[in-house]
């Protein structure tokens, strides 16, 4: 008995170190039960809500890329795995047995053979014990079930981009899934007008039958930049329509089309979550600050090993060896290394410079810890001090940082940041003589300074006025590529400084401000020695 009693204790004991040997600090059940809660007090009576997982992506042959959640599916469910969908009612529902529920959860089956090869699988009692639903059942399960979704006044759903395929060996995969909705709620995306078409047919259904060749001209430009109106029947048939009668026929066209009934609703669940989404709870903000202290410590250690030998793709490894490192599972987005001209290149993420020589260089990256991404850029240069001109862009850039941080207050525009920093490099350029006056154009600051961050990188929002708990990029840049109507000398400066900001009452707070920014840091930082300096492997040539 004592023998059989020590067995059970050293199971038991090593049960709790496997266990401890996997993250426990994702965001709790709690979490994503209140924001299930928050979204159905959103639902107008008789609804229902349905949410689907992320597609599996193939990558070449049998290979798959490693399954990344859909951020919207995991905000409410937590479920990290694919072939999944959740169903939300408005009003609690009764089963077969007189049982309520306002929620299901719907997963793949626990598969021993599956689980062999690919690891194991939550199934149906790992979401209700793990998750904390009360109703989980599986993928299959929600075709054979048969909800009648016309049952309901209106069904939310998100606009399907129909990028999956259809594995024959899983009869509850995502496109079964897709495919079993579809059939049952009358889904038909013909259904669903894009906001360009939708422009046009309100113009077509308002303009009087007189004014009809000042559409037509309309029509022709919008098809310029929308190629795909070509294909719209009554878009097409009004622009060349040659008699009153035939214009008439398709403004009526137009009107039925606006006015078409349907209870399905592509709008209102990006709407919602949104809204949710773009202010940050405590659970949050503990995990995105981690994301962000992380991606701040790679740039401080990328400044210390830097080189003039080093090649982009080596600085990209060295970031992303940090995020390692600390248990980051993802970079939040490809990382972005361009040395000189490349920095030019706002979303240049080939990093295939063999050698960034005495170039500045470039650093966008981001962590992606427990789902929740950093959006970090510092811009350095490659022999760790910076030249006249190198400092005279850099010092500009800083200045418009400033000033868009500062803008950073609870109540103020969201777009106000851009426009204080704007003024600031605009002001800066002009009075280095590479454009002619704070006023003329130019294509040196190309984009906006501000979006919200979360489990997207850009995360969603309404992009209104800046509330308390609101994470943001503040991230203004020059960008003077090779060629460009100035002094030579300017060419191939690229800098872009990027810190996360958080919005508080007291004002902003900076949450990657560890990673220096000035240049007198960056050059005391670059100085320093490296852990990595006596990293040395052996040549393949």
Request: aromatic share 10%.
């Amino acid at each position: 008995m004592k023998l059989k009693t020590t067995l059970l204790l050293l199971l038991a004991f090593a049960m709790n170190v496997v266990v401890a040997q996997t993250p426990t600090d994702y965001l709790p059940k709690e979490f994503h039960k209140e924001r299930r809660d928050i979204l159905r007090s959103k639902m107008p009576s008789n609804s229902v809500a349905v949410v689907f997982a992320n597609p599996v992506r193939n990558r070449a042959n049998d290979v798959d890329y490693v399954f990344h959640q859909d951020p919207n599916f995991y905000y409410l469910t937590g479920f990290r795995e694919p072939n999944a969908v959740l169903v939300l009612f408005s009003e609690s529902q009764k089963d077969a047995n007189g049982n309520s529920f306002n929620e299901v959860l719907y997963v793949p089956k626990r598969d021993p053979q599956f689980e062999m090869w690919n690891g194991k699988r939550l199934g149906v009692e790992g979401v209700q014990k793990e998750l904390g639903f009360k109703v989980a059942k599986t993928s299959e399960e929600f075709i054979s079930d048969q909800l009648n979704f016309k049952n309901f006044d209106k069904i939310f759903v998100e606009k399907f981009k129909d990028d999956y395929r259809n594995s024959e060996r899983n009869n509850g995969d995502l496109y079964d899934l897709v495919k079993s909705f579809k059939e049952r709620s009358s889904y038909n995306p013909s259904m669903f007008l894009s906001q360009t078409k939708k422009r046009v047919y309100e113009l077509i259904k308002a303009t009087p039958i007189e004014n009809s060749a000042n559409v037509a001209q309309m029509i022709g430009q919008a098809v310029t930049y929308y190629p795909s109106l070509k294909e719209d029947e009554i878009i097409m048939g009004f622009s060349k329509a040659g008699t009153d009668v035939l214009k008439k026929e398709f403004k009526q066209k137009a009107a039925l089309k606006l006015n078409e009934p349907s209870n399905i609703d592509v709008s209102f669940l990006p709407t919602q979550l949104a809204e949710m989404r773009e202010v940050k709870t405590p659970a949050e903000l503990k995990l995105l600050i981690k994301a962000i202290r992380i991606s701040a410590v790679g740039q401080i250690e990328m400044m210390k090993a830097m080189q003039p030998h080093m090649s982009e793709t080596e600085i990209q490894g060295i970031h992303e060896f940090v995020y390692k490192k600390y248990g980051a599972e993802y970079e939040g987005y490809p990382s972005i290394v361009g040395a000189g001209n490349n920095g030019c290149i706002l979303h240049y993420i080939e990093n295939n410079k063999t050698k960034v020589g005495h170039d500045l260089v470039l650093m966008d990256l981001g962590a992606e810890y427990r789902g929740y991404t950093a959006d970090v850029t510092r811009t350095i240069p490659a022999n760790g001090k910076f030249s006249t001109e190198q400092k005279a862009i850099y010092e500009i850039v800083l200045k418009a940082q400033d000033a868009g941080i500062a803008a950073c207050k609870v109540g103020n525009k969201f777009w106000q940041p851009n426009t204080e920093a704007k003024k600031v490099i605009n002001n800066g350029l002009a009075a280095l003589g590479i454009i002619s006056s704070p006023s003329a154009k130019h294509n040196y600051f190309p984009h906006g300074t501000s979006h919200h961050i979360g489990l997207d990188v850009h995360d969603p929002g309404t992009y209104g006025e800046f509330a308390e708990n609101m994470v943001i990029t503040v991230e203004p840049g020059i960008y003077i590529p090779e060629g460009s109507p100035c002094d030579k000398k300017w060419w191939g400066i690229a800098v872009r400084i990027e810190d996360d900001i958080l919005i508080t009452k007291s004002g902003p707070k900076n949450l990657s401000e560890e990673a220096p920014r000035t240049v007198e840091a960056i050059e005391k930082m670059m100085a320093k020695k490296s852990v990595l300096d006596d990293f040395v492997l052996p040549s393949l040539d």
